[in-house]
């Protein structure tokens, strides 16, 4: 779960709450750092506060949304209902006005997350001779050999293996991996993916998993 609010008094109220109910929590307080943790952890709820430092929450949804279809839960101060609409209509699942109470949050998080039908991930994908383990993100040959991805490479790996078969476009995968401001350095998107195909793919000239759809974006095929 990741809880996105820049009022550390809150994100501390929720963590004492939500982990003695145990749910795994992550936290961030900006936007750059939502999509960040979010892609790092990724989430099976988010509860989103829509007045964020560096950018509009509304913006973190549509950042989500375009890999990720976890249940978001606005929780906002803003009680406009052009404000509600507006984050409804970005893919935001429910809206609960701050002052709130924690029993009625829990209720709107277990009907969300109902209503979701989140199913688990398989922690383990193959990409060719390789195994991707997505829980000790780890990369290992089928004869044993561990597989060293940077930083980068691996983030990028991770948000295409998690959507088998899902077109990625460019803008998508340039937002989530490098974050907001980045969207047109393709440059960079190309020089990863060529990275990844050159360790992972048997012909990195005739890639077979790690797929190019030509002016649209990249698709992992299992």
């Given at each position: 779960m990741l809880v996105v609010d820049d009022e550390p008094q809150i994100v501390r109220a929720l963590q004492i709450n939500l982990k003695a109910r145990r749910y795994e929590v992550h936290v961030a307080g900006s936007g750059t750092a939502a999509l960040k943790v979010a892609a790092q952890h990724p989430p099976?709820?988010?509860?989103?506060?829509l007045g964020l430092p560096d950018f509009d929450g509304v913006e973190v949804i549509r950042g989500l949304r375009g890999w990720t279809e976890a249940p978001i839960l606005v929780l906002s101060g803003r009680t406009d209902s052009t404000d509600?609409?507006?984050?409804?209509?970005?893919?935001?699942?429910?809206?609960?006005?701050?002052?709130?109470?924690?029993?009625?949050?829990l209720a709107r998080m277990r009907a969300v997350l109902r209503r979701s039908g989140t199913v688990a991930e398989e922690p383990v994908v193959t990409v060719g001779d390789a195994e991707v383990d997505l829980a000790a993100k780890r990369v290992t040959m089928t004869n044993g050999d561990e597989v060293r991805l940077t930083p980068t490479e691996w983030h990028l790996l991770e948000v295409l293996v998690r959507h088998p078969g899902k077109l990625m476009s460019q803008r998508q995968l340039l937002t989530e991996v490098w974050g907001p401001g980045y969207e047109t350095a393709g440059g960079n998107l190309r020089f990863y993916m060529g990275q990844l195909r050159r360790k992972l793919e048997a012909d990195p000239a005739r890639p077979q998993h790690l797929r190019t759809e030509p002016g649209m974006g990249y698709r992992f095929e299992p």
């Amino acid at each position: 779960m990741l809880v996105v609010d820049d009022e550390p008094q809150i994100v501390r109220a929720l963590q004492i709450n939500l982990k003695a109910r145990r749910y795994e929590v992550h936290v961030a307080g900006s936007g750059t750092a939502a999509l960040k943790v979010a892609a790092q952890h990724p989430p099976d709820l988010v509860i989103l506060d829509l007045g964020l430092p560096d950018f509009d929450g509304v913006e973190v949804i549509r950042g989500l949304r375009g890999w990720t279809e976890a249940p978001i839960l606005v929780l906002s101060g803003r009680t406009d209902s052009t404000d509600k609409v507006e984050a409804l209509d970005a893919g935001a699942d429910d809206y609960v006005t701050k002052p709130f109470g924690i029993d009625e949050l829990l209720a709107r998080m277990r009907a969300v997350l109902r209503r979701s039908g989140t199913v688990a991930e398989e922690p383990v994908v193959t990409v060719g001779d390789a195994e991707v383990d997505l829980a000790a993100k780890r990369v290992t040959m089928t004869n044993g050999d561990e597989v060293r991805l940077t930083p980068t490479e691996w983030h990028l790996l991770e948000v295409l293996v998690r959507h088998p078969g899902k077109l990625m476009s460019q803008r998508q995968l340039l937002t989530e991996v490098w974050g907001p401001g980045y969207e047109t350095a393709g440059g960079n998107l190309r020089f990863y993916m060529g990275q990844l195909r050159r360790k992972l793919e048997a012909d990195p000239a005739r890639p077979q998993h790690l797929r190019t759809e030509p002016g649209m974006g990249y698709r992992f095929e299992p």
